[in-house]
């Protein structure tokens, strides 16, 4: 998680980049396969400074671990029904959030309609935050899905797992 292939300039313009599977093929190109391995991508927009300075943040991420793959030949498939029902929970369009399958869990990007730009904010909603994982949790269980929402993804300029890259423990 150190900002190793900082200084290699590897960027996006927009959170919403990482999903585009063109921009996002054109920087792995440049990475080694063999370094293709617990990658990582920050949420916020930062200022260029190696240490991840929150300059904006257009998105809320959600990080729900602990899925159950229920057809390993389709992962994807258990991956998407859990999102559908943390959607559905959290009361926003499926197909208006971006989603990824990390190999352990899926992750949720849902786009905000004005920017986070004070890293106070995450401490002053933290609470309602943790309340919004806790409604994804309770909806996970009565759809009888595993699967817990981390409420520690709450933070500035956190760091989420990079698409197409290996998930390494």
């Not at 996006?12 to 996002?24: G, S, T």
């Not at 994807?76 to 999102?83: F, H, I, Q, T, Y």
């Amino acid at each position: 998680k150190a900002p190793r292939f900082f200084e290699k300039k590897w960027r996006f313009d927009r959170v919403e980049d990482v999903f585009d599977p063109v921009k996002r093929a054109a920087i792995l190109m440049d990475v080694p396969a063999q370094e293709r391995y617990n990658l990582y991508f920050t949420v916020a927009d930062c200022f260029e400074e190696a240490e991840r300075k929150l300059k904006e943040q257009w998105a809320i991420p959600f990080d729900i671990d602990g899925i159950e793959i229920l057809d390993v030949d389709n992962p994807v498939d258990s991956a998407e029904r859990v999102a559908v029902v943390a959607c559905q929970a959290i009361g926003v369009p499926f197909n208006e959030v971006a989603c990824l399958f990390s190999g352990n869990g899926v992750q949720l990007f849902v786009r905000t309609t004005t920017p986070i730009v004070a890293e106070s904010y995450f401490d002053e909603v933290r609470e309602h935050y943790g309340a919004i994982c806790q409604r994804i949790n309770k909806a996970l269980t009565m759809a009888n899905l595993k699967g817990s929402a981390d409420s520690s993804v709450w933070s500035a300029a956190r760091l989420m797992r990079f698409p197409d890259t290996e998930n390494r423990k």
